[in-house]
Structures are given as C-alpha cells and as structure tokens.
C-alpha cells in the first residue's frame, strides 16, 4: 500500500514537474519568436503570403517552388496579424501539437511515462529551429508525426478508420511537401514486409484517389526540380550521399551546431554509439520488451532504412541541391530511436535523458544567444537609417540580402539588387559582376544621384564559391568611384559580415 502511494505521489511530481517544463518551453519559444530576426528564406514566406490567395498558391508553385498548402495557411493567418512575431506563431503552435502527437505516437510504444521522449523531442535544436521558422518545416514535422501515429494504428488494429485519417493527412502533407512521397513508400513497403501483400494491396488502392489529387502538381514539377537542381562541379554525387548520411546524426545530436572542433563531434558520436548500443542489446533480451513494444520498435527501424534508401537514390539522381532539412518527414522516426534508453532501469534511464537535454539546452544557448540567424539585418538597417542622404540608392551585390534587409529598413530610397549569377553545366560565369558591365547596371538604375550605397555580404548566394570574384569587385569599385565610407558589421554569434561603402561618382 505504502509503495502504491509513493508511485502516485512521484508521478504526480513529474507531471507538475512536465507542466512547468511545457510552460516555460512555450514562453521561450514566444519570446523568441519575437526576437530573433528573420533571414532570406522568412522574407520569401513573408512576401509570399502577403498576397491575394490565388496570387498566394501561383506563387508557391512559380517562386517558392513548393505546393500551396503551408503558404496559402499562412496567408489567411496572417489576415489576423500580418507581423513577423505572428507569423512565427504559426510555426510555434505547430511545434506544441506535435509534442501531443508525439506524445501519443510514443504511448503506442510503451506503457511507460513518455514525458522524456517529448522534453527530448522539444528541446532538440531542430524542433528549436522548426519553430522558430516563418516556413513550412514545423508543419511538414507535425504532418509527419500524425502519418506515423495514424499508420501505427491501424498497423495495430487494421481499422479503416485510422486508414482513412491517415490518407487526409496523406493529401494535406503532399500539398505541402513533396518528399512526403519517400515516407509513404517506405510505409507501403514495410506494410509489405511484415504484414504480407494483402494488406500492402489493400494500402496501395487507398492511395489511388490521393494519387488523382496530387497529378496537378505535376504541372509545376519539372520546372520547380529545376530552381532545386544544381550542375556546379562541387556537388558530386558522392558529395551529396555524404551530406544525407550526416544527417541521422544532426537529426539525433544537432552536431552542425556543436561549437567544438571535428574531434570534439567524434567525441559525442562515439559515447552516443556506445550508450545507443548497450540500450539495444538491452532491448533485444526478452524481459526488456516487457516495456517497449518489439513489433513497433523493429517496424521503425525498418521505415527508418526503406527513407533513407529511397533519398540516396532519389536526391543524387535528380541533382539536387541537398540539406538535412529536406529529409524533415523522418526527423520524428530519429527522435523514436531514444526509445532504446527504456531498456535501461529507471535511475539510469532518467540519468542519461538529463545528460542530453543538458546537452540539447547547451546547444541551443549557443545557436540563439544573439538574434540574428545569418546578419545582423536590424544594426545594418539603423545605420543605412543614419547616414543615407535623399535620393541615394542602395545596391545589393548578392539579392540575398534585400529581402529580409527591407522588413527593418524604414527610409525611402530605392533598394535594389545586383542581377544573379548565371549558371552554366560545370562552371559559373558572373553576369555584371567584376566587368565594365557592373558601372553600366549601376548608371542604368535610372536614379540620378552622385552617390550610391553598395552593401555585400561574407557569405554570398546558395552554398556556392563565397568568394565570388569579391577582390575583383573592390579593385573595379576603387578604379571607377570614390569610396567615401567603408564599414562593416559583423554578428556576434557568426563571422558573417555586412559592408557598407559609399560610392561617389569621379
């Protein structure tokens, strides 16, 4: 009797203890949601949703290069509030009903108490990073989850009714990202394997309306592969398996974010290998399973490797231009892995989940100590604020920069980009940037002024050569114009810099 009562007494604990924890994490996330500024892609969103909703939907398909759904939702959530603090929000809220369906999807694993499987799932610094996106990665996570959940149930019960939730979810999530065809291939086949073909046929015919809903998409598809496509000699096939192979490991530890040398990352890997390895031999012996379902469990796993196949054969293939948050539809089967840690009894258990959410809190004191995510757009806006004149333009030699740098800008002179890189098969040849060509594009502005503001950045356009014939570029500057002013400003959390140059007419 005395023992039941300390049980329920220590459980009331950690619910209170897990209620405070949710109320605190959502108050971070709202303050920063509120701090941070935006960078290039949130400009994109914000420009996007700004518009009438048919507006909205053609240019999700023509510029984002994404299906409609995340965007035209935005759109309408912005008819509220159209700031960037709310539309942060969105993202935000949800983040937090993906902790309740990731709560429920692990409660399908084990009788146990799931709270540290979601504290681990929220403080991770890609569920941060989500939440705090003004883009579609926070509901692509929360579409995820609800798939999974939903799959899981009626992998348990095989009833038409989890079926059916599953393909509405299955409509929405294709309507907002693509690569959700990768995950739902990957559930077929697993279907397949462990449940026979019956069933795997019975999933495949569902699927057919959902395949008559998505053919509209192919009409945008070939052009959109094309703005995510590269053919710069850099990005080798081997290069790009190597970049999806990474990101397991920045899924599960957020290593691109560790602040420490290559040696250090090591470090974490290995003790993560070694604790991950004795939880599954512990898992794999009869009693362990006691507590964790064994079925669910190799299931996962099995989805885990069909996803991955299918990106190291799809990404390379198309050539595209690879990063870790394209393969987001299986960020929530990784964070599943954890699970491997019940295995362990309850004061290790508990010992080793404090370790890694110290670990995770760590990371992201570091990622958003300072609120700029790549520069420090705020500052460079108050000075250009301080020191233009009427009637001078402002020049951005990479188009990154004007997007986000216009939602601080409070001034009235023109702001204007540079034209782009254009890209050829193996190589890239710079338009109008280190020739005679950049003081023709300059003068045709069609602005008359004696000066211009120039601004460039350190980190110029998408992954490319950083330097981009810069050197180039300041020697033509110094030849043809006077440079009056000369500045930069750097962000305290990066070594991304903005200049800032006057540049007087000779």
């Known amino acids: 009797m005395t023992t039941t009562i300390n049980n329920v007494k220590r459980n009331n604990l950690k619910t209170i ?33 700004s518009h009438k909703l048919s507006e909205v939907i053609r240019l999700s398909y023509t510029f984002e290069g994404q299906p409609p759904f995340y965007f035209a939702l935005l759109s309408l959530w912005r008819i509220i ?38 504290v681990i799932f929220l403080l991770n610094p890609f569920t941060v990073w989500a939440a705090l996106e003004i883009r579609l990665y926070a509901l692509v996570i929360l579409l995820s989850i609800l798939s999974l959940y939903y799959f899981f149930r009626f992998y348990i019960e095989n009833k038409n009714k989890y079926l059916y939730i599953f393909l509405s979810v299955c409509v929405v999530a294709l309507y907002t990202q693509y690569f959700f065809t990768l995950l739902i291939i ?40 094309s703005m995510a496509q590269t053919h710069l000699s850099g990005n080798t096939v081997l290069h790009t398996i190597f970049s999806e192979l990474r990101t397991p490991q920045n899924f599960i530890l957020s290593l691109q974010t560790v602040p420490l040398g290559k040696s250090g990352r090591w470090v974490i890997k290995i003790v993560w290998v070694i604790v991950l390895g004795f939880g599954l031999l512990k898992l794999y012996k009869r009693k362990a399973f006691s507590i964790l379902n064994k079925d669910l469990f190799n299931t996962t796993l099995v989805i885990i490797s069909f996803s991955l196949a299918l990106y190291l054969i799809i990404i390379p293939s198309l050539s595209l231009i690879y990063q870790d948050k394209y393969m987001i539809i299986t960020y929530p089967l990784f964070i599943l892995l954890f699970l491997a840690f019940f295995a362990f009894p309850p004061i290790k258990r508990d010992l080793i989940f404090s370790m ?13 100590k300072y609120p700029a995510k790549t520069y420090d ?13 009427k ?108 200049r800032i140059q006057r540049l007087n007419k000779r």
């Not at 969105?90 to 902790?99: H, K, N, Q, R, T």
């Not at 086949?189 to 192919?218: R, V």
């Not at 757009?377 to 004149?389: H, P, R, S, Y």
């Not at 950083?466 to 570029?473: A, G, H, I, T």
């Open 17 to 49: 203890a897990f209620v405070i924890f949710l109320i605190l994490y959502s108050s971070i996330l709202i303050y920063l949601s509120n701090w941070l500024y935006i960078w290039e892609d949130e400009s994109y969103s914000l420009h996007t949703s």
């Open 81 to 118: 509030n159209s700031s960037i603090f709310f539309a942060r929000l969105l993202s935000v809220l949800f983040i937090l009903c993906s902790a309740y369906f990731f709560q429920r999807l692990v409660s399908l694993f084990t009788h146990k108490s799931t709270y540290w499987m979601v």
């Open 186 to 225: 990957s559930l077929a086949l697993t279907l397949w394997l462990f449940k026979g073909f019956k069933i795997f046929l019975k999933f495949c015919l569902y699927q057919i309306p959902i395949i008559l809903l998505f053919l509209p998409n192919l009409i945008f598809l070939h052009d959109q592969l």
């Open 356 to 368: 890694v959410s110290v670990y995770f809190i760590s990371m992201l004191i570091f990622k958003y």
């Open 377 to 389: 757009f705020k500052a460079v806006a108050n000075i250009i604020n301080k020191i233009e004149t």
């Open 391 to 498: 009637k001078e333009p402002i020049l951005f030699f990479d188009k990154s920069i004007l997007p986000p740098f216009q939602f601080y800008y409070e001034g009235t002179n023109p702001l204007l980009a540079l034209p782009p890189l254009k890209y050829e098969k193996d190589y890239y040849e710079e338009r109008t940037k280190d020739t005679s060509d950049l003081k023709r594009e300059i003068q045709s502005i069609g602005i008359p002024s004696s000066s211009y503001l120039f601004i460039t950045g350190s980190i110029e356009g998408f992954k490319y050569d950083p330097l981009m014939n810069k050197e180039n570029v300041q020697e033509f500057l110094k030849n043809n114009y006077i440079i009056s002013l000369d500045s930069s400003i750097k962000s305290k959390n990066s070594n991304n810099t903005i």
